[in-house]
């Protein structure tokens, strides 16, 4: 199977956490905070029919772009030769997206590139809502991917990002720029931690504005983890209860699923959390409803969106799906592994991925370093490092940053160079010593292979 990907796995292992107190920053109490999202007003016409509540246009440089999938989570059209949409979308997401074709990039303000829009009117009354895009080359592009960072406002998480871990990522990027890649960045969720929204005032929004604050150098696209939702909601059987959960984080960041294509390769952004809270009597964190509690599972409105998503996508296309929940985990002590994504969910998530011939997926939640091969079902899931090692204990004590397995903290870059490429390595900052290779079962009498470093 073809692989044109170079991976590379970046650990913040020289870090020195007891110089970050004097860096602390302050942080100003905001209530509310308006992000960008597309504002973006065109003077291209539309001509909405009858039973329409959405339409718009998306543009680059003045004129029209045809060919644009756009989505309200549930139905997908794309734009005709005048640039223009159509939905009749009953708005049951408050906002509608476009998935950005290879060669463009949604413009942006800030970090957060803006391929959304949130809707404003009721569900039955017509808006306009307007796209606009900017050319880029993308043949060749790099991936830094982050997960689990959980700035909560202590431990001196929020200083430790913004400056070390931050002046890395800047090199980082500097690097590979020199190197003639585009870069952008991903981050698989559990950016904020739930628990700490109310009592240190440190909600999912202050995360955007902790990203603003540092001028993140690279288009950052963000999915939701289980500590991205509000534990203020309140639980009750028959609302929506994973869908008002997500609002601050949509508000911020956008939908909670959407794709993109760049370079040959078409990237899928999936939430399989299922926030629950449901009641408790116990003691709860200051503004905390529930039990915080959720599923790991995939909603079958996405699986539907994901279906329209990739009807006109060839077999031939990699793809890489990001989604905060491994596909798989340890079967107890042993050396086999079993789903770790509800199997149901697995399952039919692999039979809608049955025809593509390279796959991956890129998660995160465990705090621990797992790359797990499925030949036969040509998926390969990189389960990645934790970028706050074990939520900023070990590095808010004076020692080094690293996850439960005691992998060091950090982040991972993939780099994409089409049909040049096709090898697959892994280093680290500074242990050189080889991966250790083990030949498990999976699925049966199915064969996986689990490369985890082994630090000597």
């Not at 959304?116 to 592009?141: M, V």
């Not at 720029?177 to 929004?205: I, M, R």
């Not at 009641?279 to 915080?292: F, L, M, P, Q, V």
Request: hydrophobic residues 35%; glycine residues 6%; negative net charge.
């Amino acid at each position: 199977m073809h692989n044109p990907y170079i991976l590379l796995i970046h650990n913040l292992t020289d870090m020195n956490p007891l110089k970050l107190t004097v860096a602390a920053m302050t942080l100003t109490a905001v209530s509310q905070l308006t992000y960008a999202q597309s504002a973006f007003k065109s003077s291209l016409p539309v001509k909405p029919a009858k039973g329409v509540t959405v339409s718009g246009t998306v543009e680059c440089d003045g004129q029209p772009v045809a060919g644009i999938k756009v989505s309200d989570g549930y139905e997908v059209t794309k734009t005709d030769k005048n640039g223009a949409y159509y939905l009749k979308s009953k708005k049951k997401n408050p906002q509608v997206f476009i998935s950005v074709p290879s060669g463009y990039e949604a413009w942006r303000d800030d970090a957060i590139p803006q391929y959304w829009a949130d809707f404003t009117e009721t569900p039955a009354t017509p808006e306009r809502l307007d796209f606009r895009l900017k050319k880029r080359n993308d043949s060749k592009h790099a991936i830094l991917v982050m997960t689990d960072l959980h700035l909560a406002n202590q431990r001196n998480d929020v200083a430790t990002f913004s400056s070390e871990y931050m002046d890395r990522i800047r090199k980082e990027v500097k690097d590979l720029e020199a190197k003639g890649y585009t870069v952008f960045s991903f981050h698989l969720g559990d950016g904020s931690w739930d628990e700490f929204w109310y009592v240190n005032d440190f909600p999912v929004s202050r995360l955007r504005d902790t990203f603003n604050r540092v001028s993140y150098p690279v288009p950052l696209y963000n999915i939701m983890g289980n500590h991205d939702n509000n534990g203020g909601e309140v639980w009750e059987a028959d609302k929506d209860m994973d869908l008002e959960a997500a609002k601050p984080f949509m508000k911020a960041f956008g939908p909670r699923y959407f794709s993109f294509d760049a370079g040959d390769v078409h990237y899928i952004f999936l939430d399989n959390i299922i926030y629950r809270n449901e009641s408790t009597e116990k003691e709860k964190t200051e503004g905390i409803a529930g039990k915080r509690n959720f599923l790991e599972r995939i909603s079958p409105e996405q699986f539907d969106w994901l279906r329209k998503d990739l009807f006109d996508i060839s077999p031939e296309t990699p793809i890489v799906i990001a989604m905060h929940c491994p596909l798989v985990k340890y079967k107890g002590v042993t050396n086999e592994v079993e789903y770790r994504l509800e199997k149901e969910s697995a399952e039919t998530l692999l039979d809608i991925l049955a025809p593509y011939k390279e796959i991956h997926t890129l998660t995160g939640h465990s705090h621990r370093q797992m790359l797990t091969r499925m030949p036969e079902k040509n998926i390969v899931d990189h389960n990645i490092t934790s970028a706050s090692g074990s939520t900023w204990w070990t590095s808010a004590m004076g020692c080094k940053s690293i996850g439960t397995d005691g992998i060091p903290g950090g982040y991972e870059v993939f780099t994409i160079d089409g049909n040049d490429s096709a090898s697959n390595s892994v280093k680290h900052m500074k242990d050189r010593t080889p991966s250790h290779v083990r030949n498990l079962s999976v699925f049966g009498e199915k064969s996986a292979t689990i490369v985890k470093p082994l630090h000597l």
